[in-house]
């Protein structure tokens, strides 16, 4: 194309102006919309354009004493004088693809050159605002471009082409602005929905009642918005159902299920990480037993404290957000947070708490308990006050999304659940499955807590045996209710895998209370505790290694397990599909010592046919051995069960409690790029990840693969695992839509 007809009519004042495809090309942002509500047949502001590289040719030609692409160029803005023949005063504005950060302002009020030579000279208004604009772009593209538009008669005014907060049709106002009055402002923003595809800001001016079209932008509206403005472009029939789910960010869904800050001028006192999403203001408290009690009269509370264990699971259940000065996004706190659907602050290192005072410091500000704060899980702020929520406003436009979704999906989304709530969020939110259901999160609670403390310690087999016993009624009562719940779909239960030490009594508090529940001697329980204390527990005496030291462990749990799915049909329920992976293993002589006695168990539990033959055994893959000998493993089990969370601390050599210390430090001096424990570390974790399924599937053909790690609700490590050939990812319940959107883009 040649240089005179990179100088380009988008809107004339009068007459044709044909584009060819080439031209076509180069309108970008402003350019685009300004030509499309032009060839509507609506009035439109008279516009040109030129690009970076004509406008230079333009410089050199001036130099050289030259005029055949100047004379172009007036001709060109001739096209933007009425039919009155004065010519009009001028904008210059800049036109990209994005809003990009730095480029200039429009110009306004510029005279029209008077003569040829003054249309091109830099020093003249109309070539120095050109040059400024240029000057304002980034990296010096010889396609950037330039709009030059006549000065519009009227009132410039200023809306909506959708409502920010409904997402209905325009004309809508701004926040604290009007809308037009003109019949033509409802055509303008259907014509600029139907080519733009987003909300934008519309800017026109308006003169006798007639509104005469200048420019838009895209606008950030809510995700409500977003999503009701998606479906309803279906129903008018301007997109198909896949361009509608192929619009949406599944990073914004989270806010449809949670309450949001209100946009304001509020200053945080310190941010943390957000790992659990939404908002939530209360009163301070420290402890479990303080949380209860607001919640038993009906108040909100922010539990605040150092950092969560199982014990403080009631609590963090009946408060309404947590706080934690340490930690990450896959700690204690976090995981259980987005369980039970509760905003999240984690690893606030300028948080101490004090509870024995009562108090805690947030950098210099002291805070007791009863005193009022807001927490943002979305981003990790803190305030002190209680702050505006939007509450969510979930319509019927996110279940018709998730269904569009559906029919380019071809990978399951399962849940990680292990309590009847969980189940019954996560089949609402359309999980086909439970793909991770944790033996050891079922003792949450006071009364099966002291149960477990029992069985982990036991000085002998008769000991345990007697702990265990108290452990199965528990286990057969919640494993019968969840099959029941589930209705024939999978359910993959992961046998004990109890870090012990989340388990066991911290506090001086703790240990007394354990004592007398255990009818043992304070001094002697921590004579038991530090016998059993362990170096670096994450790595010691856990997953199949228990199993494999404590066989009567297995055998009490996978009783129970089957006692549960044959109560669940005893009652007329479906036939269970159970799915049993076994733990943190390395060896293939792991999985075989755990597989002959788990089979021999099933054998010898006269299950109905239909759930025999629905039965699996399986592993998780969370070592680096375990993946780089999946060949070996795979020939033994039915399906790999990736866990990310410990696949990811074990190939880094990172812990990811203590990794909040130091990542952020690391990303924003270059050495990461992302937080491996929030999106899959692709070249190294994400390596072992494809060279053990590809070694499995040699192996053994029919191997089901899944993803249970907390990267199966990121949209961006969803990318990634879609291009794998896996057959299902399992995430937390309120990730669900996340994982079912992301995975139908991905498909696309």
Known sequence: MSLALEMVVVAPAGANAPLSGAQRSLLAGKSRWIRAVWEAGLATVPTILITRAAWDALQS?????????????????????????????????????????????????????????????????????????FASYAGGDPRDIVLVQAVADGEVITFLSRDSQTGTIGPAPLPSGSVPLAPEATELCEVIDRLAGQHMRVVASMEKGGLTFLSARPFMPTAAAELEAATDRVERGIWSEEQAVASISPDRLPALLHPSLRVGNHEPIATGLGVSP????????????????????????????????????????????????????????????????????AGVRTLSVDPVDQSCHIGEVVLRAGDRITIDGNDG??????????????????????GWSNASRRIEVRANAETIEAVTTALSFGAEGIGLARSEHMFFSRERMVALRRLILSEDEADRKRALQGLVDFQTEDYSAIFATMAGRPVTVRLFDPPLHEFLPRSEEEVDETARSLGLEARALKLQLERISEINPMLGHRGVRLAVTYPEILEMQVQSLLSGARAAMA???????????????????EVTFIRDRVMNLVDAANLPRAARQRFAFGTMIELPRAALRAADIARHVDFFSFGTNDLTQTTYGISRDDAPAFLAAYQRKG??????????????????????????????????????????????????????????????????????LALAQAAN
């Open 61 to 133: 030609e001036r130099l050289q004493s030259e005029g055949r692409l100047r004379a172009h160029w007036v001709a060109t803005l001739f096209r933007l004088v009425g039919p009155d023949g004065r010519p009009p005063g001028l904008v210059v504005r800049t036109a990209t693809e994005r809003a990009v950060a730095g480029t200039a302002p429009a110009r306004l009020g510029i005279a029209a050159p008077t003569t040829e030579a003054e249309a091109v000279d830099p020093q003249r208004p109309l070539g120095r605002s050109i040059n400024d604009a």
């Open 278 to 345: 939404g908002a939530a203001s209360g009163y301070i408290v420290f402890t479990a037993e303080d949380a209860a009690r607001y919640k038993a009269r009906g108040r909100h509370c922010i539990l605040v404290v150092n950092e969560t264990g199982p014990a403080d699971i009631d609590g963090m259940r009946a408060a309404t957000g947590i706080l934690t000065a340490r930690g990450g996004m896959t700690s204690h706190a976090g995981v259980i947070a987005r369980i039970t659907g509760k905003p999240c602050v």
């Open 671 to 740: 050495v990461y790029d992302i937080d491996p424990f929030v999106t899959i570390d692709q070249k190294g974790v994400g390596e072992l990840i494809a060279t053990a399924i590809e070694r499995g599937r040699i192996a053994n053909p029919a191997l089901k693969i899944g993803i249970c790690g907390e990267h199966a609700g990121d949209a961006a490590s969803l990318s990634f695992f879609a291009r794998l050939g896996i057959d299902y990812v399992s995430c937390s319940p309120y990730r669900v839509p996340v994982a079912r």
């Open 571 to 589: 009652k007329g329920g479906e036939p269970v599909a159970l799915e049993i992976m076994v733990p943190f293993v390395s060896t293939a002589r």
């Open 381 to 402: 702020t803190i305030y002190v006050g209680v702050l505006p929520l939007s509450r969510p406003r979930i319509g019927g436009a996110l279940g018709e999304l998730l």
